[in-house]
């Protein structure tokens, strides 16, 4: 398998579960500015949207958007537990987490980055995210992580999507419970070899 990322961007989520997955892979790193893959491929050609993560199989086929792809690895290896099975109410769980991550949060962040949004509009973002945080905060008490015991592909995405927090003057600290999850999620070996392997670290 091969994983198309660009540095800190939510390529992040898989790459995570893929060293939790004690996978044998190969990552492609994407400039998403000029469109083109570390030896020069028009990323487009790979995925049509333009935008990172993508999977390329072993069988040829290629994988988009960051839910499906975390939850296709965590299905590869059920020992590792970074799903529930497929069909339990747990799975509907954690599928209900990841779009809740991906709509709610994700989406939002989105707005911060961006140099043309509005300051208003980036006000009333901000806002929001306070009131999904204060979900999430809630969520996380008295829990390891956010399923409970088990480490899975959510914490992967939600930890990546929190990280951005620092690149957009997001402050978690009224959040104490995001803080130490993020502290617990970035200790774990697979999720500190994944952040030095895209650059983020030493």
Known sequence: MKLYYSPGACSLSPHI???????RYETERVD??????????????????????????DDGQVLTEGPAIVQYLADRA????????????????????????????????????????PEAWKDLVNTQLARRFDHVNSRLDGKVWLMGDDFTVVDAYLFTVLGWGNYVGVDLAPWPNLVAYQGR??????????????????
């Open 17 to 23: 579960v893929l060293e939790e997955g004690i996978f």
């Open 32 to 57: 998403l500015t000029s469109g083109k893959t570390e030896t020069g491929a028009d990323y487009r050609t790979i995925n049509s949207n333009g935008y990172v993560p993508a999977l390329l199989l």
């Open 78 to 117: 059920p020992e590792t537990r970074l799903a529930p099975p497929v069909g339990s109410m747990e799975r509907y769980r954690l599928m209900e987490w990841l779009n809740f991550i991906s709509t709610e949060l994700h989406k939002s962040f989105g707005t911060l980055f961006n140099p043309q949004a």
């Open 185 to 202: 999620v970035a200790a774990r070996p697979g999720v500190q070899a994944a952040l030095k392997a895209e650059g983020l670290i030493e």
